[in-house]
């Protein structure tokens, strides 16, 4: 069973950044897609960013597109999630998944709030104060 586990988070200050990490562990095939998500509220759940692993490409979407960069941490079998310019809007449960990796290349991966994916970690909360 393949297990999601964010970390990171908690309080910053508008302006500030933040980094989230995703660790998956479990069996995965060579190829596969890892994005991130969140929910703020009163909104539904949008993708930020995601990274295909194995067979590159970032990918990019959502309201907070050109704040954020996933990149990935070969050593530690880690993808990270950094969130720069924060605004109290940001509030909210950011969550990593994995799915299949046609779910990157074929662009789908944050359709519907990313109801294709196929592991969700539990999510971490991330709280921007003015």
């Known amino acids: 069973q393949v297990q999601v586990t964010e970390s990171g988070g908690g309080s910053v200050q508008a302006g500030g950044s933040v980094e989230l990490s995703c660790t998956i562990s479990?069996?995965?095939?060579?190829?596969?897609?890892m994005a991130w998500f969140r929910r703020v509220p009163g909104h539904q759940r949008e993708g930020l960013a995601a990274l295909y692993i194995g067979g590159g490409g970032q990918y990019y979407a959502g309201s907070m597109k050109g704040r954020v960069t996933i990149s990935r941490d070969d050593s530690q079998n880690t993808v990270r999630l950094r969130m720069n310019t924060l605004k109290p809007e940001d509030t909210g449960t950011y969550y990593c998944?994995?799915?299949?990796?046609?779910?990157?290349?074929?662009?789908?991966?944050?359709?519907?709030?990313?109801?294709?994916?196929?592991?969700w970690g539990e999510g971490v909360q991330v709280t921007i104060s003015s």
């Open positions: 998944a994995q799915g299949s990796a046609y779910e990157c290349y074929a662009g789908t991966w944050s359709s519907g709030g990313g109801f294709r994916m196929d592991y």
């Open positions: 479990g069996p995965t095939a060579s190829t596969y897609c």
